[in-house]
């Protein structure tokens, strides 16, 4: 075995008065080599590079923590799994056996839940688009449709009408939670009263039923007194429903939003030191639905459709370098072979990224370059790394929301995407892509054909 150390090139570091250096601190992270206790090595002369790697245990070990933590604060909690943060099929039967129901925003998604066994009334439709089939599907499985504009509202009484149904329906509302730019496109305004003139309508129909009253107040959010007011101005309005109609509504629906710890671009500190933790979340949201002062039998379902929160950091992206270079400015620069087109988070977030192997002492600022022929595929514009030779991997950590649902195929294929399973073994759960996979859909004219 060659025990021969690998050669550095003698650095100068320049140490400031006043700040960190390696007398008083690590500038890295130690090597990262393996995940779940998998080696790195061994994962990607199975799989390849780049390669995805989602944690079962860690999905499961945040799903029933989030539930545990909400269910000691508040009764009656039930949770449903985002389908937009990450909809492949492994993911999603991980979060349906701990109990979670399917929240979808497409007649895509809302297949994929029917596919995978969710029954219809354990699935909430959300989005402003859902064609006439798809609305017509989903009242006859009796899905829980949450109804985003009077044209939507408009359309379910006509089908209903036409095809004598009857339809389980909630609202989506938009108010000011103190959090700007608000999230006012969807769903109907609570401050203006558009919100109370939906349920007029909805209640005074023959064949609706209004089950309950929805909100998602933003993406990432980073203030727990944002929802308590959601909470609070939704119980109100429950309220006003059982005194007016006595109607006791089913459910109030929270949404998601809750901020993982991927640092923002632009965040001083690192997100775990700075965004509340679900305990606060979960804090807030029960205050502020205990104002309803409800009787114990009244109390309506808090659900909840956590996503980035839940499987952020359960996915890993595993990197290979392919080369060092010196920008025009003497930056140190390297190129690896995950672009921005499998990483498009890496557009809003400093993803933690560590070297899989040992390395030297010396550390150098660099930036950090996709593989792609495009001027913004920038992974990281300025880390602190140890010197790193071409063939050496790098984990990209926080990747499980939103990268494997928004990647594109561009220039480069997609690469495979794995599990480790609890027991320590290893699944493909999305093959690698192929010429022949891309192709598949394409028609070439035959007198274009050069053949």
């Avoid at 199975?46 to 933590?69: C, D, H, M, T, Y």
């Avoid at 009244?298 to 956590?306: D, R």
Wanted: with cysteine; net charge neutral; proline share 3%.
């Amino acid at each position: 075995m060659d025990t021969k150390k690998r050669y550095e090139r003698p650095v100068i570091t320049k140490h400031y008065s006043g700040f960190m250096n390696k007398i008083g601190t690590s500038s890295f992270s130690k090597p990262k080599k393996d995940i779940d206790g998998v080696a790195v090595t061994d994962l990607v002369e199975k799989f390849g590079s780049p390669l995805f790697v989602i944690s079962e245990k860690k999905i499961r070990q945040n799903q029933r923590n989030a539930v545990r933590i909400f269910k000691t604060r508040y009764p009656k909690v039930q949770f449903a799994w985002s389908y937009k943060t990450n909809y492949l099929n492994a993911v999603c039967s991980v979060f349906h056996q701990e109990n979670s129901w399917a929240e979808v925003v497409s007649e895509f998604e809302y297949d994929k839940a029917r596919k995978l066994g969710i029954k219809g009334e354990n699935i909430i439709f959300n989005g402003p688009d859902k064609s006439r089939n798809a609305l017509l599907k989903a009242i006859k499985e009796k899905a829980k449709i949450h109804i985003d504009h009077f044209d939507e509202l408009y359309e379910i009484i006509e089908l209903c009408d036409t095809e004598k149904l009857k339809a389980k329906v909630a609202i989506r509302i938009n108010m000011d939670v103190g959090v700007y730019p608000k999230w006012d496109r969807f769903g109907f305004n609570y401050e203006n009263g558009e919100s109370w003139q939906a349920i007029k309508r909805i209640i005074t129909n023959k064949d609706l039923e209004l089950i309950g009253l929805h909100t998602h107040i933003g993406t990432y959010m980073m203030s727990t007194e944002a929802y308590r007011l959601a909470a609070s101005k939704l119980a109100g309005l429950a309220r006003s429903i059982k005194e007016q109609f006595d109607i006791v509504l089913e459910y109030i629906d929270l949404g998601g939003g809750f901020a993982s710890h991927n640092t923002l671009l632009g965040q001083y500190l690192p997100a775990e030191e700075v965004i509340p933790s679900i305990e606060q979340f979960a804090d807030a949201i029960s205050s502020g639905l205990f104002e309803l002062n409800f009787k114990n039998d009244e109390l309506p379902l808090l659900i909840l459709e956590t996503g980035r929160a839940l499987i952020d950091d359960a996915g890993f992206l595993i990197s290979s370098v392919l080369a060092n270079k010196r920008l025009s400015d003497g930056k140190k620069a390297l190129i690896i072979d995950a672009g921005v087109n499998i990483l498009f988070t890496g557009f809003w977030y400093k993803h933690k990224i560590t070297p899989a192997q040992d390395c030297g002492l010396h550390t150098e600022e660099s930036a950090i370059f996709g593989p792609l022929c495009m001027n913004i595929d920038v992974v990281r514009e300025s880390i602190t790394l140890p010197l790193l030779k071409k063939g050496d991997k790098l984990i990209i950590e926080y990747v499980g929301a939103y990268d494997m649902t928004q990647w594109m195929q561009f220039i480069t294929l997609r690469p495979n995407v794995v599990m480790i399973m609890e027991d320590g073994s290893v699944e493909l759960i999305r093959k690698s892509e192929t010429l022949d996979y891309i192709s598949e859909m394409e028609l070439l004219p035959l007198k274009l054909s050069l053949k």
